[in-house]
């Protein structure tokens, strides 16, 4: 049996002070203070074991949330909190931060990789790429360390995203989290029931009410964006049925709006056919979904590792939570930085099938930017050359 790191408590008061991990929603808050344990690391393949292993020595009232890695055989990183509580607490001012900004890559050499892709998309071969999501990164450095409790309502601002802070392992050098606000529902689990909700298929939004609404009719018809879309929703239907007694998408595909952009989406739900599995085994099996990944999985994240000039670390993940009785909810690792110190990386990704335009995709890219940016209080434009 895996055994878990235990952590002493701190001394301080732990509800008083900023929390370990955060997870706001709209009507739903999960704040963890202090670390009490660490799970076992490991891969994907091995999760749903020592998560077992450890809800049996723990109990089933504890609580393990973190963060998995976008490379399914790299180390996750899960922790059970001190305590929880649900009510967040008042958030300090922010005080504004001056910034540096270095992209890699910028616009044009964003645009070149996708091109790149297509072309391989293009080429004849055993094992078609159907689909691949391919991210840039953008540095900002600030003059001072980012206030994370400051942070948080502003990256909650949001009623359609999920906020969450998670903390990283130790990289020698300012404690690491990853923060973010993402939109799109990996899988959560309540008894037998589960939902997910994936999103595919972007288009940013307009401030004016009339572009706006042309912005999503045209997405809404876009042929590309649907196709991008069917591969995701239909990857995690596969996925799910084997263990599901009823499984749907009663809605079908619908439009979903952030502050900052248009997508594509179709709410699944479903009841299992085991109330005992839990929902980090299930979010396991299905990260990275080709919202994130591409299809196959195999040959899309092998080519992502070639061709992206960063490693993604826990970006295009997941993060969430489980309990001892299974029950949990895990999204997506996007519109998300990783933050250390005073620095910030951001991420965005887009989806590369047969017939993207590699400006077009750059342009999203940048899009998605938008809700970490504004959080933090930095303005960008990027205009094509």
């Not at 992206?308 to 489980?322: Q, S």
């Not at 990783?338 to 047969?354: F, N, S």
Request: hydrophobic share 45%; glycine share 10%; with cysteine.
């Amino acid at each position: 049996m895996a055994t878990m790191t235990k952590h002493l408590p701190a001394s301080a008061t732990v509800a008083g002070a900023t929390p370990l991990l955060a997870f706001v929603s709209a009507g739903n808050v999960l704040l963890g203070h202090g670390q009490l344990a660490t799970l076992p690391r490991g891969p994907a393949a091995t999760l749903g074991a020592r998560v077992g292993d450890f809800f049996r020595a723990a109990g089933p009232e504890a609580v393990l949330a973190g963060a998995l890695p976008f490379a399914r055989e790299a180390a996750d990183y899960l922790v059970q909190p001190l305590q929880i509580s649900r009510a967040l607490p008042a958030a300090p001012a922010w005080a504004p931060l001056r910034w540096s900004l270095r992209h890699e890559p910028d616009a044009a050499g964003y645009a070149a990789t996708v091109q790149r892709a297509l072309d391989l998309m293009a080429r004849p071969g055993a094992e078609p790429l159907t689909k691949i999501v391919l991210s840039r990164s953008l540095i900002a450095r600030a003059e001072r360390p980012i206030d994370l409790g400051a942070l948080l309502p502003r990256l909650a601002a949001d009623p359609a995203v999920t906020a969450f802070i998670v903390p990283l392992p130790d990289a020698g050098g300012a404690p690491r989290v990853l923060a973010g606000a993402t939109p799109e529902l990996l899988l959560a689990k309540q008894g037998r029931q589960i939902r997910s909700h994936p999103l595919a298929g972007s288009a940013r939004r307009q401030a004016d009410a009339t572009a706006d609404a042309s912005a999503a009719a045209a997405l809404a018809r876009s042929d590309k964006d649907r196709r991008e879309h069917v591969i995701v929703a239909d990857f995690i239907l596969d996925t799910l049925a084997p263990f599901c007694r009823r499984l749907s998408a009663p809605e079908g595909t619908t439009l979903f709006k952030t502050r900052s952009m248009w997508h594509l989406g179709t709410a699944i739900e479903g009841e299992l056919k085991d109330e005992g599995i839990s929902s980090a085994e299930l979010a396991a099996l299905l990260h990275p979904t080709p919202a994130v990944c591409g299809l196959p999985r195999e040959r899309a994240a092998r080519l992502i590792g070639e061709i992206e000039p960063h490693d993604r670390g826990f970006y295009a993940g997941a993060v969430g939570w489980c309990d001892g009785r299974g029950d949990g909810a895990w999204h997506v690792s996007i519109r998300c930085a990783e933050i250390a110190g005073e620095q910030a990386r951001l991420y965005a990704g887009a989806g590369i099938v047969p017939g993207s335009d590699p400006w077009a995709e750059a342009a999203e890219t940048g899009a998605k930017y938008a809700a970490l940016l504004a959080a933090l209080g930095i303005e960008m434009e990027e205009k094509r050359p």
